[in-house]
């Protein structure tokens, strides 16, 4: 029972007796899976592990930047009041606001309805759901390059795989509205960190 500890072909190889892998969480990019199939490993995880609470998280993230209460709070703590009201334009009203979903697996599903109560127009991008899905959510379904040009708000829910490796890069956020706010609650290296830093100092996130 693993939480993100790697699982690679070495560990296998000195654990003749193992016979199975669960990990707790969605993802199992942290096991090797060939190698698991090579030492004849089963491997399982729990597709349904925190969908709400995740959800949560990333509404917690997308409000907090928002309303910029991380920068506020530490102004104030620093004894920096005269310089809270400079910082506090632009602020969007999020109500009437776009949030954009990048994939739209079980947790942006379980997102998608704290966007829309708080009145914001709800979009994802995702090649893989049926528009099945994406009708009982409610939910338009974008191009990638849309939902980068047309969101206030970008919530970020992709797995990690060969696929997604540093899918989101340097010509996603130029495209993005440079008022926007990208929240990922997926896998780090989904995103090209280079290319984000480079985008925030530029002004362009």
Known sequence: LCGMEPFTDSVFAAAPK?????RYGVGVDTVDLDAATKHGVMVGHFPDFCIEEVANHALTHMLAGAKKFTRQDRAVHEGRWGETRSFLAPMGAINGETLGLVAFGNIAQAMAPRGKAL??????????ASAEVFE????ESVS?????????YISCHLPLNDATRGMLDAAFFSAMKPTAYFVNTGRGPVVNEPDLVAAVQAGEV
């Open 18 to 22: 193992l016979k199975m892998v669960i």
């Open 136 to 139: 009982e959510a409610g939910v």
């Open 144 to 152: 990638f390059a849309d939902l980068a040009a047309q969101s206030d």
């Open 119 to 128: 009145g914001m127009r709800v979009i994802a991008y995702d090649p893989y």
